[in-house]
T-cell receptor, first 113, second 109 residues
Framework: DVKVTQSSRYLVKRTGEKVFLECVQD?????MFWYRQDPGLGLRLIYF???????EKGDIPEGYSVSREKKERFSLILESASTNQTSMYLC????????????FGEGSRLTVL | GQNIDQPTEMTATEGAIVQINCTYQ??????LFWYQQHAGEAPTFLSY??LDGLEEKGRFSSFLSRSKGYSYLLLKELQMKDSASYLC??????????WGAGTKLIIKP
């Protein structure tokens, strides 16, 4: 069974703290994605990676960075968390970009106070 | 600009049929996708259409009209477990998914 695992389901951080969200997939997928999901809005792409050490900005990269040192792991970093980054963060992976079938993790709900 | 529109919420009765509509506008088009997301869970892939017509998968079917920029997801013989949000997403020329806000489907006994 395919599996995308996100390190934390729930996090509470203070404004200005550094936040790491980790994602691991066991499907040997080339592509990995970070989205945020907010009520009333569609999923918004933050960053994606199509290979180790490669990254591309999505629609809302400001305030975020990513790291992909190994094929199976894709990390999202908030250098200095702000309250407007309170959200649900979803990691996903796919075998082929054009296939469109994404496999999602369970999500990490981040609250920034 | 790129845009996906779908109704915010729909209510249907157990055992009935429901159709969730989606209109899309993308820069280029490489397919239309439907995902299901139960509350508090990850979205899961349901269907994919790239050519006009109906794709059937058990109780679920998805339809696409490229000329009208329109798709629908049809759910038959509704069950309580079908209560979920249904996300419509169009794939643009760069193979990126553009997502709608999702339709929350409420099934009543």
């Amino acid at each position: 069974d395919v599996k995308v695992t996100q390190s934390s389901r729930y996090l509470v951080k203070r404004t200005g703290e550094k936040v790491f969200l980790e994602c691991v997939q066991d499907m040997d997928h080339e592509n990995m994605f970070w989205y945020r999901q907010d009520p009333g809005l569609g999923l918004r792409l933050i960053y994606f990676s199509y290979d180790v050490k490669m990254k591309e900005k999505g629609d809302i990269p400001e305030g975020y960075s990513v790291s992909r040192e190994k094929k199976e792991r894709f990390s999202l970093i908030l250098e200095s968390a702000s309250t407007n980054q309170t959200s649900m963060y979803l990691c996903a992976s796919s075998f082929r970009l054009e296939a469109g079938e994404l496999f999602f993790g369970e999500g990490s709900r981040l609250t920034v106070l | 600009g790129q845009n996906i529109d779908q109704p915010t919420e729909m209510t249907a009765t157990e055992g009935a049929i429901v159709q969730i509509n989606c209109t899309y506008q993308t820069s280029g088009f490489n397919g239309l996708f439907w995902y299901q997301q139960h509350a508090g869970e990850a979205p899961t892939f349901l269907s994919y259409n790239v050519l006009d017509g109906l794709e059937e998968k058990g109780r679920f079917s998805s339809f696409l009209s490229r000329s009208k920029g329109y798709s629908y997801l049809l759910l038959k013989e509704l069950q309580m477990k079908d209560s979920a949000s249904y996300l419509c997403a169009g794939m643009d020329s760069n193979y990126q998914l553009i997502w709608g806000a999702g339709t929350k489907l409420i099934i009543k006994p």
